[in-house]
């Protein structure tokens, strides 16, 4: 029998109605003939109110500590969520993530998964039962509970995929699909019926927020089908998976957005083998997590070396450079804190010509100056100033029709 | 090193500031010399809200997922106790009561502790931590969560204080120990300095509602010295332990009202062999929980029975002898629901007489008509006429100088 696994978000199951409305669509797929499994999050702003309840007690909770204390967020959902399928007089059991069998490393608040144990899981799907685990968490191999981090729902629901070789992981969530762009900026934004597990990794990590980047990665790695719908309707969604041909044809999927960023220049760094490496080395080690690096040769001896950052990492990275500056015998270092990435990503991209020239041209014309340029196999990014950015966007999406569905773009 | 385990209950642990303050006692306690093992229950009204957010999806949610969700309550104290307590310096670590290591059996909602393997709270007092155990759960042989029931922190906390050799069990609430009586009745009521494990038991079933009386038969059991006292203030409390020789000196310890009684009497049932037995093992497969079991002899051939129940369990037990009557032949049924039970308790009465003379002769003054008495070695109950059980608690507890400390009593 084919295996669905369902994963709701936190909006998703926010209150009793929302839950007996989730609890609907498992029922409805196990009745069309699917052992269906259901990943849950906390329920609406849980997790916000435990972590608010953390703080009155102690600025910096230790995270072992943070890790059992939101991991009760899950569970409440998952308990309740079985309630509603029993009264709906559906078979129904839940599981924590120790129950599900996820077990991972000792990295509190945000463990990664080492080995996910499914036998009690498939042996109740056997027995007919519907299946809903706590996502987000795990134990480590002492027995305390440990969660995944961001987006660590999503994660689990597409491991549980993996691990049990389910037919798809849907996404439900408050949004009913991956649009070619912001649509709060672009309003003439369209759904994308599919895209790659690429593509979306790159939108993922340029600020396209719909899903971590690490549950598409597990999808990649495990051959998931992933479709992200709306648990608000029936519309279509947007399936996530491996590239297939007729995606070659798009040239552009989406454009993607990414303020509050910084770039960081040392001028006049020595230019010899080793000086980057120390740079960054620098920085990992306190913890910077660096986007872009773009070096230019000055000269023969001298190179420019350009990274960018979160703001939030601004103060960190900056005093790294300032600790690391004349053991690279940078001359200067120039900040600059109004800039935004503009970026086109599509797989298509790589065997054609003149992408990158149907951007510039089209940010030329709104007199958009180019700060930087960076780009991958599938994405080129602009830097711009802050106050263009979107009219930057606007620019792109138009001059590559993010407008129109894929099929009927003439780019 | 001396073990010393303190519990909170719901209302000790209701918000931040009070969280803070029952760490300041674990902490306190650490500093003296103790290693320190907390057990907490669920913030204040958390489990109600949790059963209503069960109820709003289910009128009768299965009882393995309602553990599974009252479960968090305890988890999300421990949790922030334990973070409260290293936001005061001192290392502490949380537990469920899995990783704590309450073994139990598959009864749901109400599981009996089986084995309690305390290897791993051991380890963590060795290391110098206050080890925090949410109360109140466990898990069964499958791993999945159980939860003790009524009074089931107190169970857990008395039960690891066995398993651990504690030197003591405190138990902080929001009363500040064990009154003779019901103050809000005898407003002259006064705390008892030390209690026998047989009193507090006989009070506790008579509806003296400080502890339940599972955790009292723990204490007992394992001899496990138990201290009632309260979490807002430093006043002494109230010690349970084995009975000690000057207990024996005081002939009534406290006394107790039990409200919503209903009696049932068969009239006319034959009398012979058996039709006891036929008429209560009925009313257990109905799981109605019978308190007192009278039987009068009318002749050699009839007798009468009754019995008291609650209120709330009278329907079921009506309804139960309708389906027994003839079996027995029992010529009509009389139905009371307006009594309640006064009774005194005391290992004193074993060895004195005229207990019972004083506390008849006490009703007797006050007009106060007696509807049945049942006994036992450390009790003597009197049913009453509801509206005269107070003037009658009243009245004994004159009759037995309940207003003063046990040792300055003429009786």
Redesign the interface.
């Known amino acids: 029998m084919a295996i669905l696994v369902q994963k709701f978000g936190g909006t998703s199951v926010a209150n ?1 109605e929302k ?2 409305r989730a609890a609907q669509r498992a029922l409805q797929a196990h009745k069309e003939g699917y052992q269906v499994v259901v990943v849950a999050s906390a329920r609406g702003k849980q997790t916000d109110h ?1 972590i608010a ?2 703080k ?4 910096a ?2 995270r ?3 890790d ?2 939101l ?2 967020g899950e ?2 959902t ?3 969520f ?3 399928l ?2 709906m007089g559906q078979k129904a ?2 599981f ?1 993530g ?2 599900a069998g996820f077990m991972t490393d000792d990295a509190h608040s945000k463990a990664r998964i080492e080995r996910l144990e499914v036998g ?1 899981v498939r042996g109740m799907l056997d027995e007919g039962h519907i299946v809903i685990v706590a996502g987000f968490q795990g134990i480590n191999a002492v ?3 440990t969660t995944l981090g961001r987006g660590g729902s999503d994660t689990s629901a597409v491991a549980l995929a993996a691990a049990l070789g389910a037919e798809r992981c849907d996404i439900y969530t408050d949004v009913d699909g991956i649009y070619t762009t912001d649509p709060r900026i672009y309003t003439k934004a369209v759904k994308m019926e599919q895209i790659s597990y690429d593509e979306i990794l790159e939108m993922a990590n340029l600020g396209a927020g719909v899903m971590h980047g690490r549950s598409i990665e597990f999808g990649k790695k495990y051959n998931v089908p992933i479709y992200v719908r709306s648990s608000l309707n029936d519309n279509p969604g947007t399936l996530i998976t491996h590239e297939v041909p007729h995606m070659e044809n798009i040239l552009v999927s989406g454009a993607t957005i990414q303020r509050n960023l910084a770039k960081i220049t040392l001028l006049g760094v020595d230019n010899k083998p080793g000086n980057a490496a120390t740079i960054f080395a620098h920085l990992a080690s306190k913890r910077v997590s660096v986007n872009d690096i773009i070096q230019t040769e000055v000269s023969a001896e001298k190179a420019n070396l350009s990274f960018t950052v979160a703001h939030s990492d601004l103060d960190v990275a900056r005093q790294a450079i300032t600790d690391i500056r004349s053991q690279v015998h940078c001359s200067s270092v120039a900040v600059r804190d109004d800039l935004a990435e503009v970026s086109v990503v599509g797989v298509g991209m790589q065997s054609h010509y003149g992408v990158a020239e149907k951007m510039f041209t089209a940010l030329a014309h709104k007199q958009i100056n180019i700060d930087s340029i960076t780009t991958s196999e599938i994405r080129i990014s602009c830097l711009v100033n802050l106050e263009q950015a979107e009219t930057a966007l606007i620019a792109v999406c138009d001059a590559f029709e993010l407008d129109k569905p894929a099929a009927e773009r003439q780019v």
Request: net charge negative; aromatic share 2%.
């Open positions: 009793a839950i007996r435990l309840d953390a009155e007690l102690n600025d909770p230790p072992r500590e943070m059992m204390l991991a009760t569970i409440q998952v308990s309740l079985a309630i509603a029993w009264d059991i839940s924590t120790q129950q009690r027995g305390d509970i």
